[in-house]
């Protein structure tokens, strides 16, 4: 048994609940998304407890839908944290290098995109390198249909119930099962 001398604290870090958003519509999307569930199960402080199935939906662009471009595969992953958001989103950023991630286009075609959705429900607009929750997930059916397949009873702080504002998201949203 691991304990404290008799006398002395026992400080034990508990970690903070967070969401990711997972993306690809180049190559293999479903086994990049699988490859980028990997990495994140790997990293130390990083401790994937769901993961959503996969959904298909159509590349989304500054103007809407971009019917020209590959539609994408997305998924969600609830993740209990040690890290600080700062942190996290370092983690998140050498996962999508490792799989080929190219930043050259804004909202542009990519390998693997994860966006940190929520990190226990802080509510924060001071940081230029990190927003929470994410910019735009309380509208993107995307992020939230996905959400609510590994917690039916989520919330979106600063947004509410996440089943509600799914119902208002307008992007369309289709189960991908995987196909021969």
Do not use: C
């Not at 001398?5 to 870090?13: A, W």
């Not at 970690?15 to 569930?37: F, H, K, M, Y």
């Not at 939906?57 to 500054?62: I, N």
């Not at 996905?146 to 949203?173: S, T």
């Amino acid at each position: 048994m691991n304990a404290a001398p008799i006398g002395k604290p026992v400080r034990m870090r508990v970690g903070v609940p967070a969401v990711l958003a997972l993306g690809s519509n180049l190559g293999d999307r479903a086994e990049t998304i699988q490859a980028a569930v990997d990495l994140l199960r790997a990293e130390p402080g990083v401790d994937v407890r769901a993961v959503s199935r996969l959904y298909e939906t159509p590349a989304l662009k500054p103007e809407g839908i971009d019917e020209e471009a590959p539609a994408y595969l997305n998924a969600v992953a609830l993740v209990h944290t040690l890290l600080e958001p700062l942190a996290l989103l370092g983690v998140v950023n050498r996962v999508e290098d490792a799989l080929g991630r190219v930043r050259e286009e804004r909202w542009g075609d990519r390998t693997i995109d994860i966006d940190i959705v929520d990190y226990d429900g802080i509510v924060s607009e001071d940081d230029p390198r990190i927003v929470l929750p994410h910019p735009r997930a309380h509208e993107r059916a995307f992020v939230l249909v996905p959400w609510l397949d590994v917690d039916p009873g989520a919330r979106l702080a600063g947004y509410g119930p996440v089943a509600e504002l799914a119902r208002q998201a307008g992007d369309p949203v289709e189960l991908w099962e995987d196909r021969p």
